[in-house]
């Protein structure tokens, strides 16, 4: 436990990743309404916003001549092509000034971005957020809807090579319910959940 007073005293970035349509949004977008110490780093991405996604806030939305240029000028901790379609980054900048300010950074990408972070920062934390079983993944990802029965296919396929790798990360959190799994990664990091933090607050 004495371990988890040095990580409060000494920020640094976690990395939140596990298998497509586990919820990593879902609970990233939770920790941002409800822990007030934690920067939820905002990605770059060449797709289109999906209804409700503000530019910005969930992401960056550039074309792919900005995000061309963001990789030229080395402005990108990571950056990966998704399911074989759009590419995602993470800006370096707001990432290194909300640590050198001293403040808990969560980054929610990819298994790859998650790799490529670790690469460049080893210091990094990685968290995998597993679903609860196999079938409860296939049921979150077809109840979307925004995938086509050939994307969901292929999301699945791609999903079964992500869950094998959650032993490459420090941590393992089940998302069984959000704001539970949202306490976890927050504990992680700081030491104590969101609802300890609304108590002493």
Known sequence: MVSQGTDRSRPRLTVLAGPTAVGKGTVAAYIRHHASNVVLSVSATTRKPRPGEIDGVHYFFVDDAEFDRLIRDNELLEWATVHNSYRYGTPRKPVEKALADGKNVLLEIDLQGARTV??????????????????????????????????????????????AAEGE?????????????????????????????????
Request: charged share 30%.
């Open 118 to 163: 670790r690469s460049h920062m080893p210091e990094a934390r990685l968290i995998f957020l597993a679903p609860p079983s196999w079938d409860e993944l296939v049921r979150r990802l077809r109840g979307r809807g925004t995938e086509s029965p050939e994307e969901q296919a292929r999301r699945l396929r791609t999903a079964k090579v992500e869950l």
């Open 169 to 201: 990360f420090d941590a393992v959190v089940v998302n069984d319910d959000v704001a539970r799994a949202a306490d976890r990664v927050v504990h992680l990091m700081t030491g104590s959940t969101i609802e300890e933090q609304h108590l002493h607050g």
